[in-house]
């Protein structure tokens, strides 16, 4: 059999230059399992796997010489005993364990298809060893879909979940790494596997109870239904809401109650009612606990991670977590060094200190994650945490070369900019503006953009806190030309989350601007408009009227805005008005029981109010007046059920009535002669509060008035 020295060294570039030595040591081993001779092949593949378990270079070593060809023949051979295909399988979990480039390998020789088909076979050591070389490579990232590509199977493994101690903890490990979205949640739960999860709760075994938590908080994480079923369901007599809340004393093992703790936290976020006392004295008390600079870098990073989801959106938790066992000091300890307590031991404290390392990317992350969610509701818990050394780490790892950890950073940031106090001093003094600009122009490059759509949503969210009124920062980012970045960012191939919160951003510019920004934010929306007010997100829609109704508050402003984009204002009202294509609302839409229509004819109104309000000849005739369709429109509003509606269209009304000029008796006959008068007389009869009484009273007495001239 002959290598191909070229192929080799592009795939393994170290092994370049003693290629000749590794064939002619260990090509041998690999000859044997050609031989005819069956007690030859097993000769070889005991030798073999002596050589790889535990040796990466082995490993690597033996990929070359082309033992991974070989071992899937043999495998696939019918007539090949069992115990062979086992060593066969053994030696490819082996080879899988080693660098990346060996599971790329092995996946190009076909080995996943192989050990899935090991796993049709009865004989329980060949099924283990299949199941462990699959466990092995779909740890990798990219091959964790692998499972889902061949969803035949997954019933399979859960028959054979009990077989053993190995079948349990290797099948919860490949669900933890396979199942990544909602759909292989709900296929799983089909496939009833909670239920074949739960019964491993009660394992004596402690790695198979750490590897059936961590499967059972994969497939709680944002599903609804499958946490719905852990809440109702029981094993031996005894409810697993129960028997969750015993794994978290302090008697039970760290891994078994910080898993259960991300258990616990993920079924309390998905929506499900549980008990509040064991989230706030158990549940959040041991995340708090595993923060501790007495654990492992690992637990702190999960418990500060998990901590975060749990407290985010609750300010109660928020409150408890600040008091809890001295959090705000443990998360200041994820900065300092580990302190060595034998300081002579050079040896344990360089260890210690490369495994810190290795890691500091992830602790970075976890503990500002953890002060994204601590500080993003309470400015009594800002003020007792927040200090100029936070605020200036947190700017200084916008430029760490880090995704995640700029990400991290900058929703600390936010949740910091909603302090007035901190936005108009340490902000200001820090110079945060100056690192989100810059994270920014990283982002863009010319008319694109670059990097991931997390961090553009991230920063933007920043952004647009920095650009309210009352901050220091306005200025300065757009002297820095910022108005064209969100003029990126309102592209339709964006996501929704960042053109949200590019219209945030503008909604915060243009309010109580001078004529000079309103002119330059109308120029760089314009050509979006109608895609703008056509978006399937509410939110969008909202903003992007709040935007038209902020450019036109100004009575001084509005006939040379309406001047220049009059008629594209105009017909965008229009479509709003007329679209019966609605968008849909968010979670945090506040629209209690109103319909999505409504609150958007009423922010309409509001624009088209402010054109009311504009020269009765250059403005109001030309816009309104003469648009009997919208005349009849507002009447028909003063009759809908909707009370905000019903406002919008009387103040509309009187606007259009009280506007001072040469033809405001026109206008007011030309309402009467539509029927605006009786509307608003059936509106006083049966008017629902003082506030609309009030409005429809004037708007008689303007009718009224006419009548006397």
């Given amino acids: 059999m002959e290598v191909d020295e070229h192929n080799v060294t592009e795939t393994f570039p170290h092994l370049h230059g003693v290629l000749s030595e590794v064939t002619a040591m260990y090509q041998p081993f690999v000859e044997k399992l050609f ?162 999860i739960t019964e491993l709760l009660t394992s004596k075994t402690l790695k198979v109870k750490v590897k059936s938590l961590q499967a059972l908080a994969v497939l709680c994480k944002r599903n609804y239904t499958t946490c719905q079923s852990i809440l109702k369901g029981h094993l031996r007599g005894n409810a697993v809401m129960d028997i969750l809340t015993d794994m978290l004393s302090r008697a039970q093992p760290v891994d078994i109650q910080i898993n259960t703790a991300k258990c616990l936290t993920y079924i309390y976020r998905s929506g499900i009612i549980i008990d509040e006392g064991v989230i706030e004295r158990k549940v959040l008390p041991c995340l708090v606990r595993m923060c501790d600079s007495s654990r492992n870098i690992e637990e702190r990073v999960v418990g500060a991670k998990t ?45 210690q200190f490369k495994h810190e390392l290795g890691h500091r990317q992830e602790m970075l992350e976890a503990v500002f994650l953890a002060y994204a969610a601590l500080l993003s509701n309470d400015e009594d818990i800002r003020d007792l945490v927040v200090s100029d050394t936070l605020v200036k780490r947190l700017a200084e790892e916008l430029s760490n070369t880090s995704p995640t950890v700029r990400i991290a950073s900058l929703k600390s940031l936010l949740s910091l900019s909603r302090s007035v106090r901190i936005l108009r001093t340490i902000f200001e003094d820090m110079e945060v503006w100056k690192h989100v600009l810059k994270v920014t122009q990283d982002q863009t490059v010319g008319n694109n953009t670059v990097g991931s759509d997390r961090e553009k949503v991230a920063v933007s969210a920043l952004l647009c806190n920095l650009l309210l009124d009352f901050s220091p920062c306005k200025v300065k980012l757009l002297n820095a030309n910022i108005l064209q970045t969100f003029k990126i960012w309102l592209k339709a191939e964006y996501p929704l989350d960042l ?56 009575k001084e402003h509005t006939d040379a805005i309406m001047n220049e984009y009059g008629d594209a204002i105009m017909q965008a009202c229009m479509i709003t008005l007329e679209s019966t294509s609605l968008p ?10 109103r319909e999505v229509s409504s609150s958007i004819y009423t922010h309409t109104l509001c624009v088209l109010g402010c054109v009311a309000a504009g020269d009765g000849v250059t403005t109001v005739r030309k816009f309104l007046y003469e648009n009997e369709h919208f005349l009849k429109k507002l009447i028909f509003f003063m009759e809908h059920p909707d009370l905000e509606l019903q406002i919008a269209a009387v103040q509309c009304i009187s606007t259009l ?15 009467k002669e539509l029927g605006a008068v009786e509307a608003l007389h059936k509106l006083n009869v049966n008017c629902a509060t003082a506030s609309l009484c009030d409005r429809v009273k004037l708007a008689l007495m303007l009718f009224q008035l006419q009548g006397n001239l």
């Fill in 35 to 196: 031989s005819e001779n069956n007690a030859t092949i097993v000769e070889g593949l005991q030798q073999i796997k002596s050589l790889v378990i535990g040796n990466n270079k082995q490993k690597s070593n033996f990929i070359v010489l082309g033992a991974v060809p070989r071992l899937v023949y043999l495998i696939q051979q019918e007539n090949l005993d069992i115990s062979t295909k086992t060593h066969c399988a053994v030696i490819l979990g082996s080879l899988a364990k080693g660098m990346e480039a060996n599971v790329k390998s092995l996946l190009d020789y076909g080995v996943h298809d192989v050990m899935l088909y090991g796993l049709r076979q009865v004989d329980l050591r060949f099924y283990e060893a299949c199941l462990r070389c699959i466990r092995t490579i779909v740890m990798y990232p990219d091959n964790s879909g692998l499972l889902f590509v061949h969803v035949s199977i997954i019933p399979r493994l859960l028959e054979f979940i009990n077989k053993s101690t190995c079948t349990q903890e290797c099948t919860c490990e490949i669900i933890s790494h396979c199942c990544t979205s909602k759909e292989h949640q709900d296929l799983l739960y089909d496939l009833n596997v909670i239920h074949s």
């Fill in 307 to 351: 901590l975060a989801y749990l407290i985010e959106t609750q300010p109660k938790l928020q409150r408890i977590a600040l008091i809890c066992e001295q959090f705000p000091k443990k998360l200041e300890a994820f900065f300092r060094h580990p302190t060595i307590a034998d300081t002579q031991n050079m040896a344990d404290m360089r260890k």
């Fill in 499 to 554: 053109k949200r919160n590019a219209t945030w951003g503008l909604l915060n510019v243009t309010f109580q601007a001078e004529l000079k920004l309103k002119m330059e934010v109308m120029h760089l929306i314009s050509p979006d408009i109608f895609m703008l007010l056509t978006c399937s997100d509410y939110d969008i829609v909202i903003k992007t009227l709040g935007i038209l109704n902020n450019v036109l508050t100004n």
């Fill in 584 to 593: 849909n609302p968010n979670p945090w839409s506040r629209l209690g029981n």
């Fill in 657 to 671: 009535c009280q506007n001072e000029d040469d033809e405001v008796i026109i206008r007011r006959e030309k309402m």
